[in-house]
């Protein structure tokens, strides 16, 4: 069996309607909730209530870097950060790493090998924030910090961290709505991105996933 887990109902619903192409897939497609928190505890809560899963992967919309994916594309991570778990300083910003705290590492490795299934995807980090970026300055910023990212959502980190846990492979798959940076919902592609989630999970699951 397979978990997908969402934030909302469309992105559910936009995966279900992938899925529904091979209806003898063994999939199970639930929306946890919006943010790393809720994403945690729903995927904690299914990995511990349910049968056994072979994979788990977090999916939905997502902003995009400029310059290195567009509207409408796959991005599949093949790591996932927790871009903004640390501090601000006048220096720049520190991650728990840099600021020399015990815990464990702010990314978690993600499973890339689901991009080959897929005809058209863009493989690279996504970050996960707790606060998206809605300004020029931050976006900026961001893609200096991590000049292999893709894409930003808001759940990746919190599937990843209990699919970790739980000793569960893990994988992120997004469709990109728009290009991050200043906030301008007129420039957004919501229909095309929920479509670009249907057809990526109508190739993935044309044949068992591994």
């Known amino acids: 069996m397979i978990l997908v887990v969402t934030a909302v109902d469309a992105e559910r619903d936009a995966v279900m309607r992938g899925v529904a192409a091979a209806p003898a897939?063994?999939?199970?497609?639930?929306?946890?909730?919006?943010?790393?928190?809720?994403?945690?505890?729903?995927?904690?809560?299914?990995?511990?209530?349910?049968?056994?899963?072979?994979?788990?992967?977090?999916?939905?919309?997502?902003?995009?870097?400029?310059?290195?994916?567009?509207?409408?594309?796959?991005?599949?991570?093949?790591?996932?950060?927790?871009?903004?778990?640390?501090?601000?300083?006048?220096?720049?910003?520190?991650?728990?790493?840099?600021?020399?705290?015990?815990?464990?590492?702010?990314?978690?490795?993600?499973?890339?090998e689901l991009s080959k299934r897929l005809t058209q995807s863009v493989t690279g980090e996504?970050?996960?924030?707790?606060?998206?970026?809605?300004?020029?300055?931050?976006?900026?910023?961001?893609?200096?910090r991590h000049p292999a990212a893709v894409a930003e959502a808001m759940e990746g980190f919190g599937v990843a961290a209990a699919a970790h846990r739980a000793g569960v492979p893990f994988a992120e798959i997004r469709a990109i709505s728009n290009l991050i940076g200043r906030r301008d919902r007129s420039s957004w592609n919501m229909a095309g991105a929920f479509d670009a989630l249907t057809r990526a999970f109508a190739e993935l699951v044309k044949e068992p996933l591994p």
């Open 126 to 144: 996504i970050l996960t924030l707790a606060c998206m970026t809605g300004i020029d300055d931050d976006a900026q910023q961001l893609a200096a």
């Open 25 to 112: 897939a063994p999939v199970q497609v639930v929306a946890g909730g919006i943010g790393p928190v809720a994403a945690a505890i729903a995927t904690a809560h299914l990995l511990a209530a349910a049968p056994p899963y072979e994979l788990v992967i977090c999916a939905g919309i997502a902003g995009g870097f400029r310059d290195r994916i567009e509207v409408c594309d796959i991005a599949v991570a093949d790591r996932v950060t927790f871009a903004d778990l640390g501090v601000r300083t006048d220096a720049g910003f520190l991650t728990l790493d840099e600021m020399g705290l015990q815990q464990e590492s702010s990314y978690v490795a993600s499973d890339s």
